[in-house]
């Protein structure tokens, strides 16, 4: 996606795992526990799930790695991370059809299939993780497009990804290299 990817070195430690918890309360909602970091955070919009399936507006339960960043650089400036980091262009799509054969993997747009577009007037894509959910090998139905991503307003549900707010992905973003594995529970 969107061109040149970008590493950085840092000199802060990465932790080993991220851990999301969701809220026994609301299963909409929780929290990421990065080190001594803990932030709240917007979940699915049917909580937590163990079978995944496209559409069902669950946040998959699971160990997953965290393959790469990217952000908007019209908005957001060149965020600071241990991951490999892209920037996006309008031309940056997610193939969420699961009878194409670019299914759960970037797009350039126009897209034939269905697809959701990475560069959205929302701001929730501003900075994205993408978590390596059904990313290999694919399988077909099992889910497309789950990122960690920016929280709308009052930290409304997602469609299966983890949202946090704007001012603390950053913040995290530091703390998280290439080893760092996400661990939905």
């Known amino acids: 996606m969107g061109g040149e990817v970008y590493t950085f070195a840092m000199k802060r430690t990465t932790v080993d795992v991220i851990r999301v918890y969701r809220n026994p309360l609301d299963h909409r909602r929780g929290r990421v526990e990065a080190g001594n970091l803990t932030l709240p955070c917007a979940l699915g919009r049917t909580g937590t799930t163990r079978r995944k399936r496209e559409g069902d507006g669950g946040t998959p339960v699971g160990r997953f790695a965290i393959l790469q960043a990217f952000y ?66 694919v399988q077909r139905g099992r889910g497309s497009a789950i990122f960690l991503h920016l929280a709308r307003s009052r930290f409304e549900p997602t469609q299966g990804c983890i949202a946090v707010d704007r001012r603390m992905i950053i913040r995290l973003l530091e703390r998280i290299g290439p080893k760092t594995r996400i661990e939905i529970r």
């Open 72 to 137: 908007r650089p019209d908005r957001v400036t060149r965020p600071r991370t241990h991951l490999p980091l892209a920037p996006l262009s309008p031309q940056d799509g997610w193939c969420d059809d699961p009878n194409d054969r670019a299914y759960n993997r970037p797009v350039r747009l126009p897209y034939p299939a269905s697809h959701e577009p990475m560069w959205r007037d929302d701001h929730v894509y501003d900075v994205v993780l993408d978590l390596a959910w059904n990313r290999g090998p």
